[in-house]
C-alpha cells in the first residue's frame, strides 16, 4: 500500500511544473547565471584562492534543499489537510503518516537530484572541482536534506492554510538562505558571524560542505550542530503536527 501511495505522490509531483522548477533547475539556471559573470570565474584570496563560482555551488547545492523543504512541501501538506484529505485517509487502511512519509521521499529525492544536477553543470560548464571528499560530502548533503524536511515538517505542522504555510516558508527561507551563503558566501564573512551562522542548520550545513569539497572531512561540530537540529525539529514537528 506505502508503494502504491509513493507513486501517486510521484505522479502527482511530476504535474506540478512549479515545483519542479524551482527545486530542480532553478538552483542550476541561478548558477549558470552566476558562472557567467567574468568575475566570478576569477581567483580571489577573500574566498582562500577559490573562484566565486566554486563557493556558490555548495550554495546551489543546498538552494535546492531548502525550496523543497520550506516551500514546496509544506504547501502541499496543508493542502491535503485543508481539503480533508488527511482527514479522510485516516480512515482507510493507508495513514496519513504513509502519506507524510511519501512526501518527504517525493521532495527529498528532487532535491538529491537537483544538488546532482548542480555539481554536474558545475564541472561541466564552469570546471568547478568535485568533491575532494565524496563520502563526507555525501553525509553533510544527506543531513543537509533531513534538516530541511524536518524545517519544512514544523512549517506544515504550524500551518493550518496554504497562505499561511506559504508566509511561514517564505519568512524562513531568507534568513536560511543568507546563513547558506546566497547573499555573501560564508567563506567570506566575517569570523564572528560566520561562527554564528555556524549554529544554524544551513550555516552548519554550508560550512560542511565546503570542508568536503576542499578534500577534508567535515567538522564534527558542523555535522553535530546538524544532528541536534534535525532531532529538535523533527520533535516539534512530531508533537504538533494535525491530521485536520
Not at 501511495?5 to 530542480?24: D, K, Q, Y
Not at 532553478?26 to 566554486?54: K, M, Q, Y
Not at 529525492?109 to 565524496?134: E, H, I, M, N, T
Amino acid at each position: 500500500m506505502s508503494t502504491a501511495v509513493l507513486r501517486t505522490e510521484v505522479r502527482l509531483f511530476r504535474r506540478e511544473p512549479g515545483s519542479l522548477f524551482w527545486i530542480t533547475a532553478f538552483p542550476t539556471l541561478l548558477l549558470v547565471i552566476l558562472g557567467s559573470i567574468p568575475s566570478f570565474r576569477r581567483h580571489s584570496a577573500d574566498l582562500g584562492g577559490l573562484r566565486t563560482i566554486d563557493a556558490y555551488v555548495p550554495v546551489a547545492v543546498l538552494l535546492g534543499l531548502i525550496v523543497g523543504g520550506l516551500q514546496s512541501m509544506p504547501q502541499t501538506l496543508t493542502g491535503y489537510r485543508e481539503r480533508g484529505i488527511l482527514r479522510r485517509t485516516a480512515a482507510t487502511p493507508v495513514r496519513p503518516s504513509t502519506l507524510l512519509r511519501a512526501q518527504m521521499l517525493v521532495h527529498g529525492a528532487a532535491s538529491l537530484a537537483s544538488a546532482l544536477l548542480v555539481l554536474a553543470v558545475g564541472r561541466l560548464g564552469f570546471d568547478v572541482r568535485l568533491p575532494k571528499q565524496p563520502v563526507g560530502y555525501a553525509l553533510a548533503l544527506l543531513l543537509a536534506a533531513a534538516v530541511a524536511l524536518a524545517l519544512g515538517s514544523v512549517v506544515s505542522a504550524l500551518s493550518r492554510t496554504t497562505k499561511i504555510a506559504g508566509a511561514i516558508g517564505s519568512a524562513v527561507f531568507f534568513p536560511s538562505m543568507f546563513c547558506a551563503g546566497l547573499w555573501l558566501p560564508v567563506q567570506a564573512m566575517p569570523d564572528v558571524v560566520a561562527r554564528i551562522v555556524g549554529c544554524t542548520p544551513f550555516g552548519a550545513a554550508a560550512q560542511a560542505l565546503n570542508q568536503a569539497a576542499a578534500g577534508h572531512w567535515p567538522g564534527w561540530s558542523h555535522l553535530g550542530v546538524l544532528a541536534i537540529w534535525i532531532l529538535l525539529l523533527t520533535g516539534a514537528a512530531a508533537r504538533w503536527f494535525r491530521w485536520e
